[in-house]
């Protein structure tokens, strides 16, 4: 199965951390949206979208990225990684696949380290996360997805 992950992976690496032990399951390209802004997904049996958290969401550069390039009636997955644990994260991305007539496979959604904001202030959240445990739940969830 060739698969595509469009990822956005900033401060501490947390999500490109279940990425890159991903990447080594099998036919795998990461595109980071940050140097990517376009790409043709077209020949993909299954697309990714992986970021961390911020002010509730996947990060906007991801979601503008699967705006314009997500293909219609894919099979769709979806990776990401926050200080707290809280429902909604994934409502923004969903909406985008939703309207593309794409057929979401599930989601991961594991702690990451987190020192944004205030949180600086008291050396940060969700300290040694993602951890072993954290990277093989991914591994899991990506081999089950590939599995469908």
Do not use: W
Request: hydrophobic share 40%.
């Amino acid at each position: 199965m060739k698969v595509a992950i469009a990822y956005y992976s900033r401060h501490h690496g947390n999500t490109k951390k279940l990425l890159d032990a991903i990447k080594k399951m099998g036919d795998v390209k990461l595109i980071d949206v940050t140097e990517c802004r376009e790409a043709d997904l077209s020949a993909y049996d299954a697309i990714g979208f992986a970021s961390g958290i911020y002010a509730g969401k996947f990060s906007e550069a991801l979601i503008e990225f699967a705006k314009n390039n997500l293909p219609s009636n894919k099979r769709v997955f979806l990776i990401y990684t926050y200080g707290i644990k809280l429902k909604g994260y994934t409502k923004a991305i969903e909406k985008v696949v939703k309207g593309k007539s794409c057929r979401l496979l599930g989601a991961y959604g594991c702690k990451g380290f987190n020192t944004f904001g205030p949180l600086k202030l008291i050396g940060g959240i969700a300290k040694g996360h993602p951890d072993e445990n954290d990277v093989n739940g991914a591994k899991e969830f990506f081999r089950r997805i590939i599995e469908q």
